[in-house]
């Protein structure tokens, strides 16, 4: 059995994660079988080689190896609003102090007229900006990995970029080259940067991934972009499908990429999707799908379970090693009138595709309670009245509960006591 052996300074900062406040003990107190513990566990993970040697990474990069893992999380409404996943990815950025990877890949939502997570900002004019979701059947545009696309409909605009935003991180970002996921044609546009002691010292095309990099001469955790076309003529056809922040530092790098009312059939028009994840071949592949395509009175089980299928297949090609976990949507109710008896099947497609994909579950549905379960949770104020979404004190004890199963089989896993790494990480007593 290992023996946790941290430096004094670094238990010390771990403990600071506690201001995140870890919810499960005090729920369960206060509102008894509120969730179902028994059940917050990953399943398979025997059987899946690719988990078992990212808990392997994690645990190697947690004991000091100087390595970066990449985690992405895909999802609708849930994973735009980023209050779970920047829960899980400030608890596993921070698991040292000596850590600090990269913000990654985000998005511009408020040019789109939509939602922007709080934990990073990307100010401009957007009555400058048409915007087209993937999930709009009416909208057509060229998208990629991130399901969504603005596309600049004035001669230029100057967008202002904060890695950090509203005190929302422990540790702060920096960047050192910016990313520009575009298939535009680069005669077409020019980029500047406006800071007196940054300059561009390089711009790099990668056009197999529709992606455009500039490195700068220094570090930056905000940045001011000018984005204008080369001539008048060519105004309306820049696409902005994302921005990623990047740094050469080692840690953790989690990618949340939501768009609101997103299902497998709008993940599938993204024509460079495969391509952008090609590009970033991800170690951990976290799919939360499946809460629009199961709000329907004429749900296609087979459909649901090909689509699936489509995109882990594309998981596949970008990383054939890519640790797989799948998560099933939650308990919800349809047009606030019934539970959604839809998700019930889909909690079976997902566990037997895990099996044919040597894929892990987090059976969150399970885990709420099942069908109905989500009228509980709203009752005790953790979802509101839609019981779709989930309430700010909700996304908190739902990342805590992910953590935890994590965090449950890496112990086991690597043979430390029962929650001596969740202590650790969380600052929980």
């Known amino acids: 059995m290992k023996n946790i052996l941290l430096p004094a300074f670094c238990l010390l900062f771990l403990t600071q994660l506690s201001a995140q406040k870890y919810l499960p003990d005090s729920i369960q107190s206060?509102?008894?079988?509120?969730?179902?513990?028994?059940?917050?566990?990953?399943?398979?993970?025997?059987?899946?080689?690719g988990f078992i040697a990212f808990i392997n990474k994690l645990d190697s990069l947690y004991h000091g190896?100087?390595?970066?893992?990449?985690?992405?999380?895909?999802?609708g409404s849930h994973i735009q609003a980023d209050l779970y996943p920047n829960k899980l990815r400030e608890y596993l950025r921070n698991m040292g102090p000596c850590y600090e990877a990269p913000r990654g890949l985000i998005f511009p939502y408020r040019l789109a007229g939509t939602n922007?997570?709080?934990?990073?900002?990307?100010?401009?004019?957007?009555?400058?900006w048409k915007r087209f979701r993937s999930p709009v059947k009416?909208?057509?545009?060229?998208?990629?990995?991130?399901?969504?696309?603005?596309?600049?409909d004035a001669f230029s605009d100057t967008l202002v970029i904060r890695a950090n935003n509203k005190n929302q991180t422990l540790k702060p970002y920096y960047f050192d080259k910016i990313r520009i996921l575009t298939d535009s044609d680069t005669a077409f546009y020019r980029l500047e940067i406006v800071d007196s002691r940054v300059r561009i010292v390089s711009d790099t095309l990668m056009a197999a991934y529709a992606i455009r990099e500039y490195t700068l001469s220094d570090t930056l955790q905000t940045?001011?972009?000018?984005?204008?076309?080369?001539?008048?003529?060519?105004?309306?056809?820049f696409n902005l499908m994302g921005i990623e922040l990047v740094n050469p530092n080692p840690g953790i790098?989690?990618?949340?990429?939501?768009?609101?009312?997103?299902?497998?059939?709008?993940?599938?028009?993204?024509?460079?999707?495969q391509q952008q994840l090609n590009f970033y071949k991800p170690d951990l592949f976290i799919v939360s799908v499946g809460t629009n395509d199961a709000y329907t009175t004429t749900f296609d089980s087979e459909k649901f379970r090909s689509s699936y299928k489509a995109m882990l297949e594309m998981v596949k090609i970008s990383n054939p090693g890519c640790a797989l976990l799948l998560t099933v949507p939650n308990d919800?109710?349809?047009?606030?009138?019934?539970?959604?008896?839809?998700?019930?099947?889909q909690q079976e497609i997902i566990h037997s595709l895990a099996k044919e994909y040597h894929a892990v579950v987090w059976d969150f549905y399970a885990v709420m309670g099942g069908l109905g379960s989500s009228q509980r949770w709203y009752l005790h104020k953790m979802m509101p009245r839609d019981r779709v979404h989930f309430t700010t004190t909700g996304y908190s004890l739902k990342a805590d509960l992910l953590l935890k199963a994590l965090v449950t089989l890496w112990e086991e896993s690597c043979g430390y006591d029962a929650n001596s790494m969740l202590r650790a990480i969380t600052g929980k007593r």
């Open 30 to 49: 206060s509102l008894g079988s509120l969730f179902h513990e028994e059940y917050n566990r990953i399943y398979y993970a025997d059987s899946s080689a």
């Open 65 to 75: 190896e100087q390595d970066r893992i990449h985690i992405m999380h895909i999802g």
């Open 116 to 128: 922007n997570p709080l934990n990073y900002s990307i100010t401009g004019n957007k009555e400058k």
């Open 138 to 152: 009416s909208d057509s545009a060229s998208w990629g990995i991130t399901g969504i696309t603005v596309r600049l």
């Open 223 to 237: 940045a001011t972009l000018i984005i204008r076309y080369a001539d008048s003529a060519y105004q309306g056809k």
């Open 253 to 273: 790098q989690y990618t949340s990429i939501g768009v609101n009312g997103a299902s497998f059939e709008s993940w599938a028009r993204c024509r460079l999707f």
């Open 332 to 345: 919800s109710y349809y047009r606030r009138k019934a539970p959604n008896k839809n998700t019930r099947i």
